[in-house]
């Protein structure tokens, strides 16, 4: 069975969620064994035992990590990502301190069943449950993990603001000298824009094209694409050279947006009145990617391939096609590609000396 590459994803994220609630209870363990053996404790007890205490402390942070970490990673990606960063994260808040409670008062009564016996009543039970749950200790351990999980919550928000995989190379520093990449762009471009912006009004087309944009972002992060950016009605995606030719995924990707706009099909009817539909150019070529910026900063590209590319798709309307692809590009799967490329000429583009071979596709 093939995971797709939005699991692969979403499965690394809950993995390096889950290491980091281990460090930090080994980090628990580590604090409380210098407490105990320091003069600010009477020492250890007999109960007390470091090698358990750090297995047991293992367990509960792969179990949190694996359980809690999953359903951050999930909420986040179905939820939170059409929410504000402040929403997310007072929702996450109130969420945690429920659950926070929830656990305390269940442990606290298993806690009292096994230390003080069965044969006890409400009162005692709530009395030996709630003990630990108004102490110091419980009220550290609230703060640390509310904090923890606030900040797994804005660390994900923040990834969601770069792009997935971008982050980790904007903090290890991979573009801060320039480097130059072979890259495949597509410009997609919402067709009927002016006519459509008219008809709804400004603030309607607004939170249509809000809609839009993340309506179609599950198609392109499950075929590897990168949103590089947004400018207007348009949204500028970009592949490495591996992961674009990888089945295609620069050509799939338009056609899985078509099908999800398709499904999508009555609630923007009953919502704008309107259907939204793509066109899209596709070129590649050399491309210099590095940081730019010093307050705001971002990972920019610069190339001739991004100017092609957005002429590329200016020649839709033309031609009256809604994807077209360079036959360069083309080039790049050889016998591979499961389509059938239809032939539309060598075109002089607008700024261009070099004319473009243009090709629209077709299912074989």
Known sequence: MRISPRLKADISKVILITIAFVLL????????????????????TQLYNLKVMLLLNTVTGLIAGCIGGSAIVFVNNRYFRKKSYGYALMATFVAYSIVFIIVTLVMGILSARVNLGPALSFGEYYQGSTMYMFSKMALVYYMFWGTATLFIVLFLQISDKFGPGMLGKFLAGKYHQPREENRIFMFMDMKSSTTIAEKIGNKQYFNLLKDLFNDVTDAILSTEGEIYQYVGDEVVISWSLEKGMREANCIRCFEKVREEL?????YYEAKFGVVPTFKAGVHYGMVTAGEVGS????????????????RIQEQCNHYDVDFLISKETLDLFGDDLSYEPVHLGNIELRGKKNLIDLNTLKSA
Do not use: C, E, H, Q
């Open 295 to 310: 307050i705001k900063k971002d990972i920019a590209y610069s190339g001739d391939v991004l100017n092609t590319a957005s």
């Open 262 to 266: 398709r499904g999508l099909r009555p």
């Open 25 to 44: 209870n080994w980090f628990f363990t580590f604090y409380n064994d210098g407490l105990v053996y320091s003069g600010y404790s009477r020492g250890p």
